[in-house]
Structures are given as C-alpha cells and as structure tokens.
C-alpha cells in the first residue's frame, strides 16, 4: 500500500483521528446549545438573588419558583440528571459542608445527630412508608421508597435563615450535623431497598449486615484516604495545587467507596471532617487557608444554585394538581413522622444528655425541608420498578411544597419563636472576641513573614506593635467583663464563657480517655474522672 493510499485509510478510520464531519457537526451544536442554557440559567439566578434580597425571602425558594414558568421550554432539553447529581453535585456538598465543621462541636452535639440522623431516620421512613401504604394503596416496596426519600432533610434554607437570624451555635452544629449524616443514612437504606427488591427478599440480620458493612466500610475508606491526603497537603505551596488536591479528594473518595461497594457518601463525611480538621490548620499561610475555604464555598453555593433551579424546571405544576390529594397526604405523613421523631426521640435524650430546649425541637420540626437530594433518589428509581412514575411526582408535590410553602414562612417563625436573646454584654464579648482572635492570627502570620524574609525587622517590630495594642486593649475590656460577671454586676449571663469552658473540659475528656487507651493511666481512676467531666459538661447552658 503506498504512502497516499495509506493517509486516505486512516483519515477514514472514525476510531482512529476522530468522528465524521456530521457527527462533529452535531456535537459542536449540542456544546453550543448546552453553553447558551447555561447563560441563560446563570442570568436567570442572578435576577433571582437580586430580587429575594430585595424581598427577603430565601434564594433557593426563589429559584424554585423562577424554575417553575419554564418548565415547558427547557424540561426537554435539561433536567436534573440523578447521575450528574450523585457522582458530581452530592461529593461537593458534602465535602464543603464536611471541611467546614468543627470537630470538637460535633462531639459536643454527637448525641442529638446520632439520635436523629440515625434512629430518627429509620423511624420516620418507617411512619411515612405505613401512612403511604395504607393510605394510597401503594405495594411495600415503593412505600418504602418514599419513606426514606421524604426522611432526609436539607438544610440549605435552614442554614440560610440562620445567617439573619442569631441562634445559638449548637443548635446550627445540631442542623449541618444531621444533614451530613442524614445524607449518607437515607443513601445507605435506599440502596438496602433496592437491594430486598432486586433479590426478592433479605432477613433482618442481613439487612442489619448490609447497612453495618456498607457504613462502616465508606467510615473506613474515608478515614485512609483523608489522612493519605495530608502530607501531599502540606507540601503543596501553591494554593491552587492545593484546590486540584481537594477536588480529587472529594469526588475520588466517593467514586472509590462506589467502586468498592461501600458508602460513598459516608467516605466523603470522614475525609473531609478529616482534611478540616487536621489538614486545613496545617496549611502554610493563612491566605491558602482562605482560598481554600472561599472556593468551596463559592463550589457549594454554585452548585446549589443549579440543583435548586433545575428542580423548579423538572416540576411540572399541571401534572402534580391531577394528584393532589394524594401529594397532600404524603405531606401530612412526613410532617407527622417528623413531629414524633423530634419529639419523642429527644424527650428521651434527656436520660442520658442534656435536654434539648423546646424552642429548638420547634426549629427541628419547621426546618424539615427536602431538597435536591429527595429529588436524585425518586429518578434514579429502576424504570422496572412498579409505580416508578408515581413516586416521582409524589416526590416532587413534597419537594416543592416544602420549599415554596415551608421554605417562605421559615424565617418568619424561627424570629417568632426568639429562641436567641442576646444581651448588650454578649454582644460587646463577641465584637472583643473577633478583634482578639483576628489580631493573633496576624500576628502569627507576621512572624511566618518575618522567618521567610518577606519582611524586614523593623517593619515587623511596627506592625506587630500595632497589632499588639488591639491584642492588649481587647484583653483588658474582656477581662474587666469577666470581673464584673463573677462579682454579679453582670446578671444572667455568663459573657461567652460557658462555650471556652466546654471546649476545655471536652480537651480535658479527650487527653484522659487517649491517655486510657495507651494504658498510661489505670481505669479505675479514669472513669470518676470522666464522670466529673461530664457532669460539668452538662451543668453548661447552650451556647
């Protein structure tokens, strides 16, 4: 074959330099058209955030309802794709809402999350599938489905409604912490599901296995890979290398517990509890710590933006009032399942905890929105499956009752309720305490400046003086407050202090009990020891 013969073959060749100029046409077009939508979306949510700040009402609530007039123009061409969802969307939200908790909080609030991400979750899937089942006549397979699809909770508005609304800080870690578990809960017992339908039946002591194996195995293969993400971290000087590293971290640890067939979700939880925890406060300067921090936020709230919208387009308004009735009851199962797991389940915390306050199980209960996460699981149903096409709209009656009708009216209760009464003092505390924690963290940044030779000495010794004065007078003011509260000038509030003095006495629990399992220490001792602590822990008010 000659040399001309030869190049005509292969340019012929599709698998070899690429498709046909028709197909190559057709995928230019289909880029092309998918750039323009999401122009369009990127423009549509911004006159959306521009008129709910306007009106004060929540962003995502606009969203949906911007979402809902075209429906008809772009359902075809967009949707919301459950894989997209899962493999994409879900592994950013969880790491940024992961990296973002403090650890030592989410101990401090471990209790009620476990109770509710965990107990509550099964209880109320359970109510809402009986209620369906016998309400609507549906088999016990797709009334499950609903019932752990309308379980789990997203705190999107919730958290949002916090940002305007002072509340005190454990009840937000209670919030962010039962979504971040509740998540990799409703994920775990949908698959169960699928798995008692696909193989036709499973024994409790299976089912038991399954969850355990799955959970544990997700706990297991997030802990390896957040910790083996460290120390390529603190090599990284680069803060944009740093990004590439967590965005491989997240979506990796999640497509890994996939393929291995464990929890990816619940990986995701552990490695990025893990990287914010451990890894983020050895990062080498306090600006990759911000750019880090900025880009997932900015990550999270982009991806929101787009789940949100796309849910408002998916609804088709026509098709969800020919079922109304049974949208409504599938409404009033989930609020009732959720009315008796927050109720009853935390009455019960108080035998073994401290009392939730009242105020804030009324919270619990009116935060019960659902979400994206609802809306992946009811498409991503087996199209086998009998009834697929009901669950969805039911699904999607919930979802936007929820987010229009709950949604509108949170923020308005939640300041009924004034469950957060800050005195002049607290706020003076709080102001002092910023400006004392602000002017440390320059000072320290200064001294990595000086020890580089960014800096010369003279203008270090300036600027650290300045800084030093804030450091100085805010220790001063502060101290004189907390004079005055332990001589009773200061009536009815501790100024702040409760919330240090858990977090030392919870340093003091950790330091014994790690002390205890290296043996340094005998348990006869240790135990009185804990005990006290966690009497003190309990005689602590709220923060």
């Known amino acids: ?66 979402g809902l007039p075209i429906t008809d123009v772009l359902s075809r061409r967009i949707g919301l794709d459950p894989s997209l969802v899962f493999n994409l969307f879900l592994p950013i939200l969880i790491f940024e809402a992961a990296i973002n908790t403090d650890i030592s909080r989410l101990r401090n609030a471990f209790k009620p999350i476990a109770i509710l991400a965990g107990p509550g979750s099964i209880f109320s899937s359970a109510i809402i599938a009986f209620l369906v089942k016998f309400g609507l006549g549906l088999p016990w397979i797709p009334a499950w489905l609903i019932g752990i699809i309308l379980a789990n909770t997203d705190t999107v508005s919730m958290i949002a409604v916090f940002k305007e609304i002072r509340v005190p800080s454990r009840l937000t ?87 291995l067939g464990v929890s990816g979700a619940v990986a995701v939880v552990i490695a990025g509890l893990i ?14 710590r911000i750019t880090l921090q900025s880009f997932w936020e900015y990550a999270g709230f982009g991806v929101n933006t787009f789940i949100f919208l796309l849910i408002g387009i998916e609804i088709n308004p026509m098709t969800l009032w020919r079922i109304l009735p049974s949208i409504i009851l599938v409404i009033l199962a989930y609020q009732l399942a959720r009315i008796l797991s927050v109720y009853l389940l935390l009455a019960a915390l108080r035998w073994f905890d ?33 009834g697929r096409d009901m669950i969805i709209e039911l699904v999607f009656g919930a979802v936007l009752f929820s987010l229009v009708g709950q949604g509108l009216s949170l923020p308005w209760m939640v300041k009924r309720l004034n469950i957060s009464s800050v005195s002049n003092a607290m706020q003076e505390t709080g102001r002092l305490q910023i400006q004392l924690i602000a002017s440390k963290a320059a000072q320290d940044e200064l001294d ?60 003091e629990k950790g330091a014994v009990s790690d002390a205890l399992r290296k043996r340094i220490v005998p348990e006869d001792m240790v135990e009185p020891y804990i005990k006290q602590l966690d009497e003190k822990l309990l005689s602590l008010e709220d923060d």
């Open 354 to 386: 401290r009392p939730i306050p009242m105020g804030w199980q009324h919270v619990l209960f009116l935060g019960n929105i659902k979400g994206s996460l609802s809306m992946a699981l009811a498409v991503s149903i087996p199209l086998n499956l009998t």
């Open 1 to 66: 074959m000659g040399q001309a013969a030869m190049m005509e073959w292969i340019v012929s060749q599709p698998t070899l330099l690429g498709s046909n100029p028709a197909t190559n046409n057709q995928t230019t077009a289909g880029i092309s058209e998918l750039v323009i939508i999401l122009i369009i979306l990127l423009m549509i949510a911004t006159a959306v955030a521009l008129v709910t700040q306007r009106l004060r009402i929540s962003y995502v609530t606009g969203l949906v309802l911007a």
């Open 275 to 288: 990287f914010g925890t451990i890894g983020l406060p050895q990062s080498p300067s306090a600006s990759n």
């Open 448 to 507: 990595i400046l000086l020890k580089s030779g960014v800096l010369p000495k003279a203008v270090y010794e300036e600027l650290w003086a300045s800084y030093q004065a804030r450091v100085a007078m805010s220790e001063r003011i502060l101290r004189d407050l907390y004079n005055q509260h332990r001589a009773g000038q200061v009536k009815d509030d501790n100024v702040g202090l409760d919330a240090i003095r858990r977090r030392l006495l919870l340093a």
């Open 173 to 259: 870690t209670i919030v962010e912490g039962e979504t971040l578990f509740n998540d990799a809960a409703a994920l775990v017992l949908f698959n169960l599901i699928l798995v008692v339908y696909s193989t036709g039946s499973l024994t409790v002591a299976q089912g038991v296995k399954e969850v355990v194996v799955v959970a544990l195995g997700g706990a297991i293969v997030g802990g390896i890979l957040g910790y083996l993400s460290l120390p390529i971290f603190v090599r990284l000087n680069d803060s944009l290398s740093s990004l590439l590293l967590t965005v491989a971290l997240a979506l990796g640890t999640f497509q890994i517990g996939q393929f």
